[in-house]
């Protein structure tokens, strides 16, 4: 039923947009098939595979870095009144400073580097990460870790058992927001300053052609991998670590 | 079965241990409170509810340094709170495990899981468990390095008449067999009588002995009758503690 439903509303959605492509007659506005033809020939080309692959390439390494570091820093933030205090402040300027204001940044300090681009993305998804980890690691049981100290547990028992699956949730949620995040970040990166990935072609088409069916086309099949990750890795993921409730 | 003259495996001597809450008139929970539990004895704890009990068993155990006095024998203890406080991602197995040092930690623990009854439970998790269960898990992990003594904040608190004797008569039969010793908190007359082998009556806040009561009758000769005429001497001599 459910998957019915989701089905139909596709449907919906791919006739109403073949319906507004016809009505148009544009090439501002091609239809399904031409995007479709588009993604084809592109994939045949070997361009297509090549752009989605460091894009993807990119958002794993800054999503990694960005997961590790902000999970470490909100856990010292919400255990620590002193770090938060002191970090609170320069988390509030980062998480409020613009994508793009960052990524320029990077690029004109760093230089118009593979390094320049990660570090871009990083900042940008850390501040994040961290907020959400930090709000977990001010909600941890009390009384656990009274139970914890009462039987001398050791500090790496503590870690495993104790601190990692009270975070868990806060984990999971900060991976599955912050991934989406990262990608469209990471398009704004290439776009600025990469000479390949998807935010580098669909500028690319957008300045040689205002070719929409390749910018269409584009953010489709990125879309699709992305959702793909989100079902088949991330919602597992929450689903195993949420077994015990 | 208290042994006299044995050197006690549990030591406390508070002097005093106030809390200072910001914004508000510091409290004196706990004043001149001294006693020692020797090897093999059950010894409770009786007071009002707020009497500082919780927070005599908390500083004993080291959890709350900031107190004036001398404890000691708190790494010789095993430890079960009033809540399970049961690690619910983790299994029973695990849970009980964690009591363990980590070089014990791969111990065999068939026997003590045999007889507390939880073999059939050992890879569920907590919460599949009822209260009654779960008290057996803590209480698993508290006896599983074999401590020499076992200290019990209201452990039978909240269980129905059955579950809450049931479990009684488990804790009993094990610290017997054992030699351990026991120290239970509780605000529960007729359960003290029923298994200690002294008393020791707390005052309202600050906490301070007034009663040190040892009980002589062994405990599988104590009867209805026998409880009854402790608990109305006990009532008599103390009303402001133990009501009628």
Redesign the interface.
Known sequence: MGALTRLASLAVLIGAWQLAALEAGSRLLPAPMAVLRFIVQEAERGDLGHNVGMTLLRVAISFTVAMSLGVVLGVALGRSKAADLSLDTPLLVLLNTPALVITVLAYVWVGLTETAAILAVVLNKLPNVAVIVREGARNLDP??D??A??????R??WAR??LI?QLQPYMVTAARSGLSLAWKIVLVVELLGRPDGVGFAINYYFVQSTDVAAIIGYSLVFMAVMIGIDVLLLQRLEAYVRR?? | MSVAGAEPVLQVAIASKWYRPRGAEPVEAVRDLAFAVAAGEIVCLIGPSGAGKTTTL?IL???DPAFEGRVSGA?QAG?V?Q?P?L????SVE?NVR??L??ERRGRDLDGLFARLGLTAWRNS?P?ALSLGMQRRVALA?ALADGPRVLVLDEPFVSLDDAAAAELRGLVVDTVDQAGMSVLMVTHNVAEAIGVADRLLLVSRRPATLIADVPLDRPRRERDRAWAETTRATLAARHPDIIAL
Do not use: N, Q, T
Request: hydrophobic share 35%; no cysteine.
């Open positions: 009384g656990l009274e139970m100290r009462a039987y001398r547990l050791d790496r028992s058992d104790i699956p015990w409730r | 908390r155990l080291g959890l790494e430890m709170f809540e406080r690690l619910p991602w983790r695990h964690l009591g040092p980590r998790y919460k992990r």
